[in-house]
């Protein structure tokens, strides 16, 4: 367990909430080192034994390592003090260096999980900049971990094109199966079957994925040219992958631009 204070700036939101709950599940933390906030200083987490603050600077001072889990829009309106501290940022489309000038961080970490935290799934590409303990480095490894699998990466720019990829979360999965489903339904087949059949491709097949190499799956069933062999010539023959080149470079100019505002 470790004894840093970890506070979360927008503690009881979608992704602040499940890091929350899942470092005191996995007792990376004791309740008594957790400090979460955000505007009513009200929420059920509080009744786990965390400190549930609405001052930010108060969190601040409370915590060695400070995540900021608010979102892009309202983070020039925050006002802290981190000096000597290291700050872990999850916005999007924020650099390490405007998020440094801010809050005067010793360190500044970019992190990008995705939804599947509130499953323990989400895969976390991190960077860091500026000065940080081994011991730090530990920790935020530890802490990704809490939600799912986490690595660390050389540059910065790895995190603004992983924002549009891996923290996108099932975004990209929903967008086929919808396709999968209306187009199904397009071609006769009733819509509650469609929808089954679609989701149980993306959902439940996909599971093999974690077990299997994706490439050898496609080559094979190319391989033994039947009728997914024939599907999926139509999906390449129609760039397919240079479409999701161009989703991802699209994504990834929104984040690199900035969605501070
Ligand atoms: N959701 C995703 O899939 C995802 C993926 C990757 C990255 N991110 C990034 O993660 C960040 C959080 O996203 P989210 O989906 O978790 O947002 P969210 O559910 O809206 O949570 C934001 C939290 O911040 C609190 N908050 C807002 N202003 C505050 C302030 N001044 N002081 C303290 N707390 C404040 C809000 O609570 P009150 O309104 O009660 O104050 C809310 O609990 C965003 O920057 C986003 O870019 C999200």
Redesign the pocket.
């Known amino acids: 367990m470790s004894n840093e204070a970890l506070g979360i ?9 499940a890091i929350a709950r899942a470092v005191l599940v996995k007792a990376l933390l004791s309740a008594g080192n957790l400090v979460i ?4 200083g009200r929420h059920p987490l509080a009744q786990q034994g965390a400190y549930l603050v609405a001052d ?1 600077q108060d969190l601040v001072d409370r915590s060695d390592v400070v995540i ?5 829009e ?1 983070f020039a ?2 006002n802290i003090d981190a000096t000597g501290k290291t700050v872990i940022s ?4 924020i650099s390490a260096k405007t998020t440094m000038v801010q809050t005067s961080a010793l360190a500044v970490v970019r992190a ?4 599947a935290v509130e499953i323990e799934q989400s895969f976390t590409p991190w960077h860091c900049s500026g000065e940080i303990e081994t011991t730090t480095r530990s920790l935020v490894q530890r802490l990704f971990e809490c939600v799912g699998t986490a690595v660390e990466v050389q540059e910065e720019d790895f995190i603004d094109y992983l ?1 549009a990829l891996s ?1 996108t ?1 099932p975004a990209f999965p929903a967008l086929l199966m919808t396709a999968l489903a209306n187009q199904a339904m397009a071609a006769g087949i009733p819509s509650d079957i469609a929808q089954l059949a679609a989701k149980s491709v993306v959902v439940n097949s996909s599971q093999l994925l974690a077990r299997q190499d994706a490439q050898q799956i496609i080559d094979t069933l190319v391989a033994y040219r039947g009728v997914t062999a024939a599907a999926l010539q139509a999906m390449t023959h129609s760039h397919f992958e240079e479409q999701i080149g161009r989703a991802l470079y699209e994504g990834a100019a929104v984040a690199r631009k900035g ?1 501070q505002t």
């Open positions: 700036i927008g503690g009881t939101g979608r992704l602040g909430g906030s955000n505007r009513s930010n900021l889990a608010i979102r892009p309202h309106s925050l999850l916005m999007a489309g990008m999980p995705n939804a924002s923290g979360g969605l």
